[in-house]
């Protein structure tokens, strides 16, 4: 399976700390990208890491990427309140044999920040 | 970014009936879409491949007969549960993928409860 594992399974913080998620997964990939999820709705995406990349910024968030240990850590610093939301990593490659191209989801990282 | 609109947002029926969700990508064809099941607090599961204009691929272990997909056209795959029991009752989210860019976008998700 390619599917990602995030790491803590759940996260509690205090508004203003910074929020630190890690992700590992198991084959080669073509990139890497983080989902965010409120409780109930659909999937809003992130940030997407190119394998060739290792760090990313966009806004509060940073996302880096070690395709020598097959992982990811993504980090929202200065958290709110309303970062309070289950974050997925996904990784996007290729099944062997197969020119199609799937998008693998990890467990998620429950995130919940205190005001 | 772009829409993709997921429909029904919820939906209650009876054991043995079956159920309608269509994914529509709103301002963008989608020569792809994906179909995926998640249980509460868990990671989103591909069920299977949706293409235009040809069959669905199913991941291993989701009934082909059991939850119908149809892609026939570059806006609309539709999800039907057929027969439906309780332990199909589960959210449903879909996502697109745009032709030109690959870019993925999620629907908002269905959720489905069978009494």
């Known amino acids: 399976s390619q599917q990602g594992e995030e790491d803590p399974q759940a996260l509690s913080i205090q508004e203003g700390e910074n929020a630190t998620m890690n992700c590992s997964y198991k084959?080669?990939?073509?990139?890497l990208q983080w989902y965010r999820q409120n409780s109930g709705r659909g999937l809003v995406h992130l940030i997407l890491i190119r394998s060739n990349e290792r760090e990313k910024h966009s806004g509060r968030l940073r996302v880096t990427l070690d395709t020598s240990k097959k992982s990811s850590s993504l980090l929202i610093t200065a958290s709110r309140a309303a970062d309070t939301a289950s974050y997925f990593c996904?990784?996007?490659?290729?099944?062997?044999?197969?020119?199609?191209?799937?998008?693998?989801f990890g467990r998620g990282t429950q995130l919940t920040v205190w005001p | 970014g772009a829409v993709v609109s997921q429909h029904p947002s919820r939906v209650i029926c009876k054991s043995g009936t079956s159920v309608k969700i269509e994914c529509r990508s709103l301002d963008f064809q989608a020569t792809t879409m994906f179909w995926y099941r998640q249980f509460p607090k868990q990671s989103l599961m591909l069920m299977a491949t949706s293409n235009e204009g040809s069959k669905a691929t199913y991941e291993q272990g989701v009934e082909k007969d059991k939850f119908l997909i149809n892609h026939a056209s570059l806006t609309l795959s539709t999800l039907t549960v057929t027969s439906a029991h309780p332990e199909d009752s589960s959210f449903y989210i879909c996502?697109?993928?745009?032709?030109?860019?690959?870019?993925?976008?999620f629907g908002e998700g269905s959720r489905l409860t069978v009494l």
């Open positions: 996904a990784t996007y490659g290729v099944d062997r044999g197969s020119t199609l191209g799937r998008l693998y």
């Open positions: 996502s697109a993928r745009v032709w030109k860019t690959g870019e993925l976008f």
């Open positions: 084959t080669s990939i073509n990139n």
